[in-house]
Nanobody, 115 residues
């Protein structure tokens, strides 16, 4: 089992920045992909960004150029730097990890962007 704990959510004004962090523990050997999804009220969960063990990144088009994902393979952490935040970025953000084809999820951290 992989246990994921997120931190860093909160309330910010439009145009501001937040940094989300996620730390993995437990059976972390073999984790390939780390990333973030988000779910806004009344909407489906969507991929925000992910990064594989070689550092290859993928971003949702809506956050490209504003968000940056980074991982520390030694500490098994993944961070999401979010800049130029917009009200439409308001959502619960979930950290996830893929290990040997199994997915694991954090409990989520809420991000609210006021206009």
């Amino acid at each position: 089992q992989v246990h994921l704990v997120e931190s860093g959510g909160g309330l910010v004004q439009a145009g501001g920045s937040l940094r989300l962090s996620c730390a993995a523990s437990g059976s972390t050997f073999g984790i390939n992909t780390l990333g973030w999804y988000r779910q806004a009220p009344g909407k489906q969960r969507e991929l925000v960004a992910n990064i594989d063990s070689r550092g290859h990144t993928t971003y949702a088009e809506s956050v490209e150029g504003r968000f940056t994902i980074a991982r520390d393979n030694a500490k098994i952490t993944v961070d999401l730097q979010m800049n130029s935040l917009k009200p439409e970025d308001t959502a619960v953000y979930y950290c996830y990890a893929v290990r040997f084809a199994a997915s694991y999820w954090g409990q989520g951290t809420r991000v609210t962007v006021s206009s």
